[in-house]
């Protein structure tokens, strides 16, 4: 069991260009989520994703991130037109059951991370 | 909204036990999470504790659980430098059930 497996660990960006991060779930696990962490910070929520299917991106900056979760695949988060401020380590967790107030513990399985630096 | 404190840094010798403290505001979470990250890793999930739960003890691991007053502790028996890492509280709380992490305690074990 491979775990949560998130390429590439380490990504360099000039401003302006494109960041695209991928991750691959846990085998039998079918919810992803993107976490952010800024340098001293905790984890920010950025988008739950099911396959196809965007549930929440209530954390999600409005212009130039989006993700998918292809059927499939890996899940990808993009970053357009990168900026200093997305320099960041984003984290993809995934669980086996939908999350939700009543789904049980439902433990989220985070990847070692993905870190980007924009230059 | 949510927010989850937490102290930022602790320091103890080896051997000697750790207490890291953490605060929640939202009354409605149903579970509340601790999480382990070392320099350079993700989150390794250590514990967790339902909210109808004072206390549960795994191993080293201590977790107590005031609901009352919105707070949370784990207490790490017998401190070791392989315990040297980040600890993060998190709640599951929002209209969807995520996680909402604090900051993160710093725990540095001195030899």
């Known amino acids: 069991n491979a775990g949560v497996m998130q390429n590439p660990r380490h990504l360099v960006r000039r401003r302006g260009q494109e960041a695209r991060l991928r991750c691959s779930p846990m085998?039998?696990?079918?919810?992803v989520y993107w976490y952010r962490q800024l340098p001293e910070e905790g984890l920010k929520f950025m988008v739950y994703?099911?396959?196809?299917?965007?549930?929440?991106e209530s954390g999600m900056p409005k212009e130039r991130f989006s993700a998918e979760f292809p059927k499939e695949g890996p899940s990808i988060l993009r970053i357009q037109q990168v900026v200093r401020g997305d320099s960041a380590a984003y984290f993809c967790a995934s669980s086996p059951l939908r999350q939700g107030l009543t789904s049980g513990a439902n433990v989220l399985t985070f990847g070692a991370g993905s870190r980007l630096t924009v230059l | 909204g949510e927010d989850v404190e937490q102290s930022l840094f602790l320091s103890v010798r080896e051997g000697d036990s750790s207490v890291i403290n953490c605060t929640y505001t939202?009354?409605?979470?149903?579970?509340l999470y601790w999480y382990k990250q070392e320099p350079g890793a993700g989150l390794q999930l250590l514990t967790y504790?339902?909210?109808?739960?004072d206390m549960k003890q795994d191993q080293r691991l201590t977790v107590l659980l005031n609901k009352k007053d919105k707070h949370l502790s784990l207490r790490i028996a017998d401190t070791q430098t392989g315990d040297s890492a980040i600890y993060f509280c998190a709640e599951r709380g929002g209209s969807q059930g995520n996680l909402i992490f604090g900051k993160g305690t710093k725990l540095s074990v001195k030899p």
């Open positions: 994703l099911q396959k196809e299917n965007i549930i929440d």
């Open positions: 085998k039998g696990h079918s919810h």
């Open positions: 504790i339902f909210s109808n739960m």
């Open positions: 939202d009354s409605s979470s149903t579970y």
